[in-house]
C-alpha cells in the first residue's frame, strides 16, 4: 500500500508564499499523475495542480500564475510551492496520486491520499 506524506502546511498573511512537500515512494519507475488537491470547510475538493510523468501541469484558473507544482529529478518527492496566497486559499491541502496515464478531473478517481496539511491564510 502506497502511503503518501505532505508537510509544510502552516499559517500565513494574505501576500506571503508557502511550500508544500509531498513524499511519495513507489512512483519512479511508472507512469503517473499526481496532484495536489484542496478542501476548504464547506466546500468540495477541489484539484488546485496536477503533474504527470512527463512532467506536464495543469492548474486551475483560481491559482494559475501563483502556484507552481514541480518534482525532483529522482521523482519521489513533488512540491507545490504557493505564492501571493489569499484568504481564498484557506483550506486542508491533500497531495493524491493514480497510477496510468490518465490525470482524473475528479477528485474520487485519485488512488492514493496523503493525511492533509492545513493552509490558512489571514489578512
Known amino acids: 500500500q502506497v502511503q503518501l506524506a505532505e508537510s509544510g502546511g502552516g499559517s500565513v498573511q494574505v501576500g506571503g508564499s508557502l511550500r508544500l512537500s509531498c513524499l511519495a515512494p513507489g512512483f519512479r519507475d511508472s507512469s503517473y499523475c499526481m496532484a495536489w488537491i484542496r478542501q476548504a470547510p464547506e466546500k468540495e475538493r477541489e484539484r488546485v495542480a496536477r503533474?504527470?510523468?512527463?512532467?506536464?501541469?495543469v492548474y486551475a484558473d483560481s491559482v494559475k500564475g501563483r502556484f507552481t507544482i514541480s518534482q525532483n529529478k529522482g521523482k519521489t518527492t513533488f512540491d507545490l510551492q504557493m505564492d501571493s496566497l489569499k484568504p481564498e486559499d484557506t483550506a486542508v491541502y491533500y497531495c493524491?496520486?493514480?497510477?496510468?496515464?490518465?490525470?482524473?478531473?475528479?477528485?474520487?478517481?485519485?488512488?492514493?491520499w496523503g493525511q492533509g496539511t492545513q493552509v490558512s491564510v489571514s489578512s
Open positions: 503533474i504527470d510523468s512527463a512532467g506536464t501541469t
Open positions: 493524491a496520486a493514480v497510477r496510468g496515464l490518465g490525470c482524473p478531473n475528479s477528485v474520487t478517481l485519485w488512488d492514493y
